[in-house]
């Protein structure tokens, strides 16, 4: 059984940093792809970005250049580094893990973006 848990949501201001964590538990090996999708009230769910096991790591062009993605395998845990914050990066943010046939997501994180 594999569980992931978020945290580091909040409410920040425009042009703000928000870095938020998922720590996964259980049988998970570092060969997992780990991605941070997110949320908004009405929409539908969209990825952010995704990590490989091997460290590479893709974007969505709406967070490119602004949000990055990093793990550390020895902990299970995965970063999402945000910075230059927008009103519409406002969502709930859920870490997911993905390997074959195999997928697991946390149960999200509110972030809101607000002055």
């Known amino acids: 059984q594999v569980q992931l848990v978020e945290s580091g949501g909040g409410l920040v201001q425009p042009g703000g940093s928000l870095r938020l964590s998922c720590v996964a538990s259980?049988?998970?090996?570092?060969?997992?792809?780990m991605g941070w999708y997110r949320q908004a009230p009405g929409k539908q769910r969209e990825l952010v970005g995704v990590?490989?096991?091997?460290?590479?790591?893709s974007y969505a062009e709406s967070v490119k250049g602004r949000f990055t993605i990093s793990r550390d395998n020895a902990k299970k845990t995965v970063y999402l580094q945000m910075n230059s914050m927008k009103p519409e990066d406002t969502a709930v943010y859920y870490c997911?893990?993905?390997?074959?046939?195999?997928?697991?997501w946390g149960q999200g994180t509110q972030v809101t973006v607000s002055s």
């Open positions: 997911n893990a993905a390997l074959m046939w195999y997928e697991y």
């Open positions: 259980g049988s998970i090996s570092s060969s997992y792809a």
């Open positions: 990590i490989s096991g091997g460290g590479s790591a």
